[in-house]
């Protein structure tokens, strides 16, 4: 695809800046040793409530869910933010997102016992940021600038 300069500049900035958030979050939890996912799982609700607070009860299967979010959002930051196999960290952004949202929904009469930021109705932060990478998978850009540029041919990315 062809994109003017500033149409690139402005999709490679989101594309850094979703890497970079994705990226802290990881970092943030792989530094603090008492960091787990039990407290969010717990606090589901919604559908899918019941499902994402069963995962809580097994200690063996929560600590690999810690694992896989931690070095998950780490490694998602770093493809993003380095156009390192962007589309996969695009794809698997998605679903983690996904996953989040789906965890705890912005649903009228849900309550979580853990603050929210920006909850609208159906809409939340979470739902504008899996957007958002929606967005950059449609239209890519570490094919011009990012290490994809050196793997694949123009054709490939």
């Not at 996904?98 to 930021?117: D, N, R, V, W």
């Not at 950059?136 to 793997?151: A, C, E, M, N």
């Amino acid at each position: 695809m062809r994109y003017s300069n500033t149409q690139l500049f402005w999709l490679v900035g989101l594309r850094v800046i979703i890497g970079w958030h994705f990226l802290y979050e990881g970092l943030v939890k792989l530094i603090n040793p008492n960091w787990s996912s039990v407290g969010f799982l717990l606090d589901s609700d919604g559908p899918l409530g019941d499902f994402f607070q069963s995962l809580a009860t097994y200690p063996d299967l929560l600590h690999w869910i810690d694992l896989l979010n931690i070095w998950g959002l780490i490694a998602i930051g770093a493809g993003l933010m380095l156009g390192f196999l962007s589309r996969m960290a695009l794809v698997a952004g998605i679903v983690l997102l996904s996953t989040y949202y789906l965890s705890h929904p912005p649903f009228i009469g849900l309550k979580y016992a853990m603050p929210t930021e920006g909850s609208y109705l159906l809409v939340n932060k979470i739902l504008i940021e899996t957007i958002a990478l929606v967005v950059l998978l449609l239209f890519p850009t570490s094919h011009r600038i990012g290490i994809d540029r050196f793997i694949f041919t123009e054709k490939e990315a």
